[in-house]
């Protein structure tokens, strides 16, 4: 299968392990120059070798990137040092630790911040030159917890509005541009190094087994490596028919039936 991504240039947040890594590896063997992002540069520089170092085209840039104005830097940075992109891959998120359905609003906006407003940021700085050059792709990295209540109601929420501005902004582009696609996957559990399910497999085993004999039909963790071929494909050519897709990649975890890609409207 010919996916046509030999010479784009790509940005995937949060590259510098887990799902963002295993997305920046499969990108950079399809002939993808990556620029990955991490908030430690001692992490950063390691992934940046493993995808082929910078000899190969393949960058890193330090940033917090959840901060006033670091992605409006960071974009400044990408464009000076590496040049127009062709994909943005919107991999940052987290819960924070944030559980509480009570919590203030102030963790409310923290999360809010990470894990929406950075994306949305990103996408409103990227998409003007995408339109202009006639081809772009964007995959923002949502939750299976946006489309039911599997996580906790902060996080489920964000998630929910996260996925469903992809699904809006999809039918936007449609109506703008034919070859500009915004599409989002929603990954069930998946276990990698610094993640959640790590942190709950050492401290409370009992409860992982639990849950994944009562809720993963296929009794185990997902990994990396199985999330990151679906975002290859909707970043490349062939996905001129994605606009807006919600892709859940979660093992047969989640639930739902409606209302997957809108369907009804």
């Known amino acids: 299968m010919q996916l046509g991504l030999t010479g784009k240039r790509a940005l995937v947040t949060g590259g510098a392990s887990g799902i963002g890594h295993a997305i920046a590896k499969d990108l950079a063997r399809e002939g993808v120059n990556v620029v990955i992002t991490s908030r430690k ?104 917890a946006s489309l039911e209540n599997s996580g906790p109601v902060p996080y489920c929420s964000i998630k929910a509005a996260y996925t469903a501005y992809t699904r809006c902004m999809g039918r936007v582009l449609a109506t703008e541009t034919k070859n500009v696609v915004m599409s989002t996957v929603l990954p069930g559990v998946v276990l990698t190094e610094t993640g959640h399910w790590q942190k709950v497999l050492k401290e409370r085993p ?27 494909f909707l970043c490349s050519e062939l996905a001129t028919f994605s606009q807006g897709a919600i892709v859940p990649v979660d093992g047969g975890q989640s639930k739902h039936y409606f209302p997957i890609n809108g369907i009804g409207n």
């Not at 994306?119 to 964007?138: D, S, T, Y």
Request: proline share 5%.
């Open 41 to 144: 540069k001692d992490k950063l520089d390691q992934a940046v070798e493993k995808l082929g170092g910078k000899k190969n085209g393949h960058w890193g840039i330090v940033t917090e990137i959840a901060e006033e104005g670091a992605p409006a830097l960071l974009v400044k940075k990408i464009w000076k040092n590496f040049g127009q992109l062709d994909i943005v891959v919107n991999n940052v998120g987290d819960t924070l630790g944030i559980t509480d359905p009570y919590c203030s609003i102030s963790d409310w906006r923290k999360l809010f911040r990470l894990n929406l407003e950075v994306a949305v940021e990103l996408n409103n700085l990227f998409l003007p030159h995408m339109k202009q050059q006639g081809w772009g792709r964007i995959v923002n990295i949502s939750a299976g």
């Open 206 to 232: 009992e409860h992982a087994e639990k849950y994944l004999r009562e809720r993963a039909p296929l009794g185990r963790f997902g990994k990396p490596s199985e999330i990151s071929p679906m975002v290859v």
